[in-house]
T-cell receptor, first 115, second 112 residues
């Protein structure tokens, strides 16, 4: 597609439920990133995929968070047993660093509300 | 480890006035540096980037930034601010591998 897309745009869930957030990166981009942005806060790095390399999971806040990227394209961020503190906007970005084009292109985000 | 500091959490300027947003970084090699803007309710958009070469880089919407290696800074400037520039601005430092670290952001308010 023309840009990074994310779905759903909004998700309201109950505490303890699992949620899946989807990211479709720009076609051909080898790198994919997930960030979390809490209200009024900066971007918190969660996880980074680059090509076929093992993902950098150093930013995942707990083992309730996981992500996968299938076929080097679409990625799903899964949050198990959601907590109220998980409420935030989850941003996905993609880039093409192997061509020296490290700028990240961001999707519109998924706003997650945990009741 | 790479890190970014944006010392100003919130800046208010009058429309038509000049603007400078500060960014200091820590990185062990020549950094890739970026400024992004996030308008209310919008995603992040790249304003400009520095990879190498001329230390004064021009971006979109009339913004520019200057890389100063001696000061580990990459400050964003605009000579005349417009009301539509009100937004949150993020500085980021990136590795050649692609992973970037973002600052906490500076919120810009523009007074009429």
């Amino acid at each position: 597609g023309a840009g990074v897309s994310q779905s759903p745009s909004n998700k309201v869930t109950e505490k303890g439920k699992d949620v899946e957030l989807r990211c479709d990166p720009i076609s051909g981009h080898t790198a994919l990133y997930w960030y979390r942005q809490s209200l009024g806060q900066g971007l918190e790095f969660l996880i980074y995929f680059q090509g076929n390399s093992a993902p950098d999971k150093s930013g995942l806040p707990s083992d309730r968070f996981s992500a996968e990227r299938t076929g080097g394209s679409v990625s799903t961020l899964t949050i198990q047993r959601t907590q109220q503190e998980d409420s935030a906007v989850y941003l996905c970005a993609s880039s093409f660093p192997s061509m020296g084009k490290n700028e990240q292109f961001f999707g519109p985000g998924t706003r997650l509300t945990v009741l | 480890a790479q890190s970014v500091t944006q010392p100003d959490i919130h800046i208010t300027v009058s429309e038509g006035a000049s603007l400078e947003l500060r960014c200091n970084y820590s990185y062990g090699a020549t950094p890739y540096l970026f400024w992004y803007v996030q308008s209310p309710g919008q995603g992040l958009q790249l304003l400009l980037k520095y990879f190498s070469g001329d230390t004064l880089v021009q971006g979109i919407k009339g913004f520019e930034a200057e890389f100063k290696r001696s000061q580990s800074s990459f400050n964003l400037r605009k000579p005349s601010v417009h009301w539509s520039d009100a937004a949150e601005y993020f500085c980021a430092v990136g590795a050649k591998s692609g992973k970037s670290t973002f600052g906490d952001g500076t919120t810009l308010t523009v007074k009429p």
